[in-house]
Nanobody
Framework: QVQLVESGGGLVQPGGSLRLSCAAS????????IGWFRQAPGKEREGVAC???NDGSTYYADSIISGDNAKNTVYLQLNSLKPEDPAVYYC????????????????WGQGTQVTVSS
């Protein structure tokens, strides 16, 4: 059973940093593109970054994405967070390749909330 579980979200002060994790099970990262998306209240889901064996790292917003195949986990480093950055962050897996289009992903995690406030 394919499953993606995000963690690492929480409350951070403006200018702070967070590292989000996406733990995959039921499949191997080598054969999928893993994308991070965010969705703020009342807004559409938008791509943040993606990583795959074919595409390397692709960025749609300021962040750092990395993967650990041994742990079957992908990370998203968020730095210099701003008050307008709060959102639910999701990771997703695509059998094809990296894309900023949510509809091109096959599996999704449940999301982790990032809140930026002093």
């Amino acid at each position: 059973q394919v499953q993606l579980v995000e963690s690492g979200g929480g409350l951070v002060q403006p200018g702070g940093s967070l590292r989000l994790s996406c733990a995959a099970s039921g499949f191997t990262l080598d054969y999928y593109a893993i994308g991070w998306f965010r969705q703020a209240p009342g807004k559409e889901r938008e791509g943040v970054a993606c990583i795959s064996s074919n595409d390397g790292s692709t960025y749609y917003a300021d962040s750092i994405i990395s993967g650990d195949n041994a742990k079957n986990t992908v990370y998203l480093q968020l730095n210099s967070l701003k008050p307008e950055d709060p959102a639910v962050y999701y990771c997703a897996a695509s059998r094809v390749r990296c894309s900023a289009t949510p509809e091109r992903y096959d599996y999704w995690g449940q999301g982790t909330q990032v809140t930026v406030s002093s």
